[in-house]
């Protein structure tokens, strides 16, 4: 009896996970046919976002957007990840905001392998 009742319950918090996960994704599908990208940090001012020229770019064999979240290591093996704000073309750099509420200025020379960890707007 015990263990239906916690198997049914593991059920519905599996069914309501994932459709919290699609809404999410719905919601993101949205904003992107809207030309919005929510970047929910305080650290993020419209300063940061105004000094980012590009907003898809190349970054090696990867495209990349604002709003995309990636992982950086430099070549002093630093690694950074977080959200993407855009990128400076006469700086040649890439705006990164932290899970830290950090904003980075990183320079794509100083840039050893990136990762992409989820498109914005995306499943899976």
């Not at 030309?35 to 898809?56: F, G, L, P, Q």
């Not at 899970?99 to 200025?105: I, Q």
Request: charged fraction near 25%.
């Amino acid at each position: 009896m015990l263990f239906y009742f916690l198997k049914n319950i593991v059920f519905i918090l599996l069914i309501v996970s994932v459709l919290g996960y699609i809404l999410v994704v719905i919601k993101e599908k949205i904003y992107l046919k809207e030309n919005t990208i929510v970047i929910d940090n305080k650290s993020v001012t419209s300063e940061h976002i105004n000094d980012a020229d590009i907003s898809e770019f190349l970054l090696g064999n990867l495209k990349i957007g604002t709003g995309d979240e990636i992982s950086i290591l430099l070549k002093s093996n630093k690694k950074f990840s977080g959200i993407v704000i855009g990128a400076k073309e006469k700086e040649n750099s890439v705006l990164l905001v932290t899970h830290k509420d950090k904003v980075l200025d990183l320079s794509v020379t100083k840039i050893k392998r990136v990762k992409l960890i989820s498109k914005y707007g995306r499943f899976f």
